[in-house]
């Protein structure tokens, strides 16, 4: 992705192998600090999963191969290794993914799996991108919920990497980026993506999607968590009634994944664990509490959107209709 630094502008990934460590961007201080954290150890490894340290399916993936790689230079336990990753955030695909993926590969290097994983994210990220820009016309005015850009997949983005490509290729897009109560993912780390890229946005109240959808928006396009055999899929608490208000508006709503994010194991949305986070994130902004004290507070951090309201599935292979789900490779 594109950091501003005071220096000028860099490319810099998410998360990385540095030397017996991993170094990743702090996704709890963006946008108003930019800073590395260095995590050492794979139980460090799943307290920066749990904290949204980092976060984003496929980033998340990439950190638990990356955990998986801390604990074979340790000499650890790998199996043990692998049950608390997993137990860390139970709805991304990716996470267990990328965990079975260094477990059969424990036989080799897997600090060079991981990396070789990582970049895997990337390249079908750039693939998504092109497969994506050629469903976006000039002047096109998109809506996207929560991030699902460079900071959530290791680089470039799924949701955004269309964008990306379109706006590189002139094409004059809009965006606008939905603010995603409660942690504000699509106001902190969207738009600040977007910002440094370049890419003309607008940062909105999560209930005012609607109102610009039958105003002025062209297109959705989010990204996914979990996606099941049927079409049905899992993102960020939010999303399903985005989809809703698109369908009734008539605007296309496109969901931007890699294959790993695939789950043909589970056959419906029904099927899909969706995490339960803290109240506090509801209850508090910016250390600031807004709601009653004796107030209590729902979090469920994903919903789940059923496959008929998905024009398609963006994916590395090209553009999936729903029906052809299942009949994807993992």
């Given at each position: ?71 074979w ?6 199996d ?8 860390t ?23 060079e ?8 994210i ?61 942690r ?39 990204g ?61 902004v ?13 979090n ?7 496959a ?16 052809q ?6």
């Amino acid at each position: 992705m594109l950091v501003r630094t005071p220096s000028g502008k860099k490319d810099i990934r998410a998360v990385w192998m540095d030397g017996r460590a991993v170094k990743a961007i702090d996704q709890r201080v963006l946008p108003d600090r930019f800073r590395i954290v260095t995590i050492r150890t794979y139980e460090e490894m799943a307290a920066a999963i749990s904290d949204m340290t980092v976060r984003g399916a496929p980033t998340i993936g990439a950190c638990a191969a990356y955990g998986m790689a801390l604990a074979w230079l340790r000499g650890e336990d790998l199996d043990k290794a692998a049950r608390t990753l997993k137990a860390t955030r139970p709805t991304a695909h990716d996470l267990f993914y990328a965990v079975d993926l260094m477990l059969s590969k424990r036989a080799g290097n897997l600090v060079e799996e991981a990396d070789g994983f990582a970049d895997s994210i990337v390249s079908m990220c750039r693939k998504i991108g092109e497969n994506g820009a050629r469903l976006i016309r000039k002047g096109d005015k998109i809506l996207t919920h929560c991030n699902a850009g460079a900071l959530a997949t290791v680089d470039f983005g799924t949701a955004l990497a269309p964008m990306r490509v379109a706006h590189r290729k002139g094409k004059n897009i809009f965006v606008y980026v939905d603010e995603t109560r409660p942690r504000l993912q699509g106001a902190r780390l969207t738009a600040w993506e977007l910002e440094n890229e370049g890419i003309d946005h607008a940062v909105i109240a999560d209930n005012a999607a609607g109102h610009y959808m039958k105003e002025s928006v062209d297109m959705v396009i989010v990204g996914a968590d979990r996606i099941v055999r049927n079409g049905d899929f899992a993102n960020k608490i939010g999303t399903y009634t985005k989809a809703v208000l698109a369908k009734e508006n008539g605007v296309p709503f496109y969901v931007a994944a890699p294959v790993s994010t695939f789950d043909l194991s589970t056959k419906k949305g029904e099927g899909i664990v969706i995490e339960e986070r803290s109240e506090d994130e509801v209850h508090f902004v910016g250390g600031c509490r807004v709601t009653p004290k004796g107030s209590k507070a729902l979090n469920p951090s994903f919903d789940v959107t059923p496959a008929r309201y998905v024009k398609g599935f963006i994916t590395e292979k090209g553009v999936v209709r729903p029906e052809q789900v299942s009949r994807l490779g993992g």
